[in-house]
């Protein structure tokens, strides 16, 4: 079933704030909520930066709709605190939420002073990671020795049902690794070519796997005000994922982006001035396979966006 989300982006707005929000959607006939999980935001300039955990308790009570996370389960947490928060939400709210797991970045998993290691030892980091959360759900002790150390651990109070692991791909390769453990793909958009190469790969080692995209767009009257905004809001967002995975703090990002241009922008979000142009994504990417796409207005106009989409985007898509 086709769910089109709205994304809570904690790098830019107040806890507070991003309720309110996730409450409009709900009202405005969005069916998923998708929560970013930050401990530094993207950038020093009018930015926020709340812990997402506590966020989803509030939010899934107020809200009734699913709910995704995209985190990283070490080595900010470890992957047995992550696992018991995942099963008390479920065992609360239905088994609503769902995880999209990552391999971390500088950004958010570097607090901690320890080495920040390499792609591979991350990803590796990232399985063990994922095995042990599953076997927690299932209801074993687990004591495991590796990238990560668990020693005789067992959740007592489980999730109604195992939750959906997606991970996390901004590559061709990574896509068709994460296919042997993860049961769906999380990407955000790329021009066409580059998202069907991605949703490929993942579906030659897993076909039953589910595709989720995370789409970038920015709202305005007029597409040079949606382009100024993006570049204003986002530009930080866009130097590439083994940089972004690399830096390891907001003002370093600051840095790197000061050669980010304005016309940059729109290849990396949709620009829109009105709900052609998103009705057109969601029709295209819906073709490619993608069944929860998530779409995240990069400006600061929520009300905005949420207003086109209730009253001109969604209800195009009510039956599909």
């Known amino acids: 079933m086709l769910k089109i989300g709205y994304h809570a982006s904690h790098e830019q707005f107040s806890p507070s704030d991003l309720l309110r929000y996730a409450e409009i959607a709900e009202k405005s006939g969005f069916g998923l909520i998708t929560s970013s999980d930050h401990f ?32 990283a389960p070490a080595p900010r947490y470890h992957p047995a605190i992550v696992a018991q928060a995942v099963a ?44 042990i959360m599953r076997r927690l759900w299932d209801g074993q002790e687990v004591t495991q020795y590796g990238h990560v150390n668990v020693v005789e651990a067992r959740l007592y109070t489980l999730p109604t049902a195992t939750p959906k692991v997606f991970g996390a791909a901004l590559s061709e ?36 796997g589910e595709l989720a995209l995370k789409v970038q767009v920015s709202y305005a009257k007029d597409l040079k005000t949606a382009e100024k905004l993006a570049w204003e809001n986002w530009r930080n ?16 990002f ?21 709900a052609d142009a998103l009705i057109s994504a969601l029709k295209k990417y819906i073709a490619m396979g993608f069944t929860r796409i998530t779409l995240h207005n990069v400006n600061r106009d929520q009300i905005g966006f949420l207003e086109l989409m209730r009253s001109a985007v969604l209800p195009s898509f009510q039956k599909v």
């Not at 896509?175 to 030659?204: C, F, M």
């Not at 967002?237 to 370093?252: R, W």
């Open 254 to 274: 600051d840095e790197a982006a000061s050669f980010v241009r304005i016309e940059d922008m729109k290849h990396h979000v949709i620009l829109a001035d009105g």
């Open 40 to 71: 530094h935001p993207w950038s020093e300039i009018e930015s926020h930066s709340g812990f997402a955990w506590s966020w989803l308790g509030a939010a899934m009570q107020a809200i009734h709709l699913e709910f995704g996370i995209i985190t």
């Open 88 to 131: 008390t939400l479920n065992q609360m709210f239905d088994n609503r939420l769902w995880i999209a797991a990552g391999s971390g970045q500088a950004l958010n998993e570097n607090i901690n002073g320890d080495f920040w290691p390499d792609k591979q030892t991350r990803n590796e980091r990232l399985v063990e990671s994922v095995s």
């Open 173 to 208: 390769k990574t896509a068709g690794w994460l296919a042997s453990w993860s049961d769906g793909l999380i990407t955000v958009n790329h021009p066409q070519e580059k998202l069907q190469k991605l949703a490929a790969a993942y579906r030659a080692g897993n076909p039953s």
């Open 237 to 252: 967002n866009i130097l590439g994922g083994e940089t972004q995975a690399m830096l390891s703090h907001p003002k370093l």
